[in-house]
């Protein structure tokens, strides 16, 4: 498999996507994205200002469109309406950017997707000429058929948005790495550099966060954990980790040529 990632014809040598929000500040924001190496970053379009606030400081002043790719995405969306609206203007601001991040939550509390009106806007947005990364549950039908409707990559929780409660279901995430062809990304949940290093030796092709780096005590330090624990979980996932064999023990020296045996 590709040591890169490919994403809607283009190619990223990081596997590793971050968010923009809950950081102190911009310098803070600036300091942690440079140390994860990550050329995706995620921009919450009703929470953050891109230019669509000209009197504010605007997120694109440190992180500029030339040297990261920008994917704007609808956190905060409740239903496939806002959604689409909120890439239609995402599209303008960004001079007719079109890969995009679609989320449509359900509710507040857990912020669990409504995959039913995810997949109505889906449908909207490919029509609409989007590259739609597309964040969902981890149901693989749900993914398989988000994907039959042309997303660019499919992005399954790994638990609920912020909770930090790491890869609750690792089954799921397999089945949909087995069923779609478009790169799975793991969204929502990672809580500490391990989780991302198990979801990339499950075979996912990239993680993506924001609370794990900017809510640890040190979110530079643990943007730069992040990204090795990235690139240690691709590089187990191509090197093909041993068979698992309960009650079945190997030694890990020759048994044979001992001393004092024949």
């Known amino acids: 498999m590709s040591q890169e990632l490919v994403i809607a014809g283009k190619t990223y040598s990081s596997r590793l996507l971050v968010g923009t929000g809950k ?3 911009f310098a803070e924001t600036k300091a942690a994205i440079e140390a994860s190496g990550a050329e995706i970053i995620t921009i919450a379009i009703r929470r953050s200002n891109i230019g669509q606030n000209p009197n504010e400081p605007s997120l694109l002043e440190i992180l500029p469109p030339s040297k990261y790719t920008l994917l704007p995405n609808t956190a905060g969306c409740y239903s496939a309406d806002d959604a689409v609206r909120t890439l239609r203007l995402a599209r303008e601001l960004l001079d007719g950017h079109s890969l995009v991040k679609l989320e449509v939550l359900g509710d507040p509390q857990s912020l669990y997707p409504n995959v039913v009106e995810t997949l109505a806007a889906a449908k909207t947005l490919v029509v609409e000429g989007f590259q739609v990364m597309v964040y969902t549950s981890d149901d693989p039908i749900i993914a398989k058929q988000l994907e039959d409707i042309g997303c660019v990559a499919i992005m399954p929780l790994a638990s609920l948005i912020g909770s930090g409660m790491g890869i609750l279901n690792p089954w799921n995430l397999q089945l949909i790495i087995d069923r779609v062809q478009v790169p799975v990304i793991v969204d929502a949940g990672v809580g500490t550099a391990s989780d991302a290093t198990i979801a990339m030796e499950l075979g ?6 924001n ?19 990235v690139e240690a979980g691709r590089e187990a996932f191509l090197a093909g980790r041993m068979p698992k064999k309960l009650y079945s023990a190997t030694p890990s020296s020759p048994t044979t040529g001992l001393i004092g045996k024949s």
């Open 23 to 25: 950081y102190k500040d």
């Open 204 to 209: 996912c092709h990239g993680v993506l966060m």
């Open 211 to 229: 609370t794990a780096i900017a809510a640890a005590q040190n979110p530079v330090l643990m943007a730069q954990a992040m990204r090795k624990a």
